[in-house]
């Protein structure tokens, strides 16, 4: 089992930058994909990013790629997205999520799940 804990939301204006952080517990995180959901109000949880167990593979959506970074550091149980050039459409409060098996979008995939970090865009 895995405990996340997300750190690192605000408020930041249009076009600025910020980093998100996601603490695990447990002794196997190394064996997790992990990935970063976001919800706005009102809308549907949707998936951000996601990266293999070992940090080799990772995957975005098209709202932001070329824009956020997913990393991970498993000698730490953390793992980290790096938000440039932020968009009042990336408000929303941002959730960090482990499940065991290969990379995936659907968030009912994941089993472990963090309270969520909030995220706003000032335009």
């Known amino acids: 089992q895995v405990q996340l804990v997300e750190s690192g939301g605000g408020l930041v204006q249009a076009g600025g930058s910020l980093r998100l952080s996601c603490a695990a517990s447990?002794?196997?995180?190394?064996?997790?994909?992990m990935g970063w959901f976001r919800q706005a109000p009102g809308k549907e949880r949707e998936f951000v990013a996601a990266?293999?167990?070992?940090?080799?593979?990772?995957y975005y959506a098209d709202s932001v790629k070329g824009r956020f970074t997913i990393s991970r550091d498993n000698a730490k149980n953390t793992m980290s997205l790096q938000m440039n050039s932020l968009k009042p459409g990336d408000t929303a409060v941002y959730y960090c999520?482990?499940?065991?098996?290969?990379?995936?979008?659907?968030?009912?995939?994941?089993?472990?799940w963090g309270q969520g970090t909030q995220v706003t865009v000032s335009s």
């Open positions: 447990g002794r196997t995180f190394s064996s997790y994909t």
């Open positions: 999520a482990a499940r065991t098996g290969i990379m995936s979008t659907t968030s009912s995939h994941y089993n472990y």
């Open positions: 990266i293999s167990p070992g940090g080799s593979s990772t």
